[in-house]
């Protein structure tokens, strides 16, 4: 115990130092930089990712609200799709949150057939809302479509 008391005391004395230098302490910081650098970009990008996935799963439930609408309808109503006397239009904008914003647009297409109908519904971000209709239709996937769902209904 008494050689232990005497080492420390002689390394006091003498002035050996084992700390870091400053060279390496600012190397240590850049390296930390570094990485956290690395990790911002890595948290970015799974901000944006979880943004998609929700504009996703947003559309999917307005394609598939149109669906449900168009399953009750009887074949005469469907064959008179959209009817302006029902509040139907097949190219509207959806205000998701009722901000007065519209984040959506849903496209409707109903294709009749001898015993049903053909049914596809497309919905896009609020980007696509002035973009002409037969142009998203002509290439959804091109067109960032978040929704493409297509259905027979028969009657």
């Known amino acids: 115990m008494m050689t232990t008391v005497r080492r420390i005391r002689r390394k006091m004395i003498s002035g050996t130092s084992s700390g870091f230098t400053m ?3 600012i190397i240590g910081i850049a390296l930390m930089g570094i990485a956290m650098l690395g ?5 970015l990008l799974g901000v944006a990712n979880n943004r998609r996935a929700g504009e996703i799963a947003s559309a999917s439930f307005f394609a598939q609200q149109r669906i449900d609408y168009l399953r009750a309808l009887t074949a005469a109503e469907l064959d008179g799709y959209p009817s302006a006397a029902r509040g139907e239009s097949a190219d509207e904008t959806i ?18 057939g001898s015993l049903s109908y053909t049914v596809k519904i497309l919905v896009f971000p ?13 290439d959804p996937w091109g067109n960032r479509a978040r929704a493409v769902i297509n259905t027979v209904i028969g009657r």
Do not use: C
Request: aromatic fraction near 6%; charged fraction near 15%; proline fraction near 3%.
């Open 95 to 112: 205000d998701a949150n009722g901000d007065g914003v519209s984040e959506f647009r849903r496209i409707t297409q109903i294709t009749p």
């Open 23 to 25: 060279i390496e302490a």
């Open 126 to 138: 609020a980007a696509q809302i002035g973009a002409a209709a037969a142009t998203l239709t002509a």
């Open 39 to 43: 990790l911002a970009q890595i948290f």
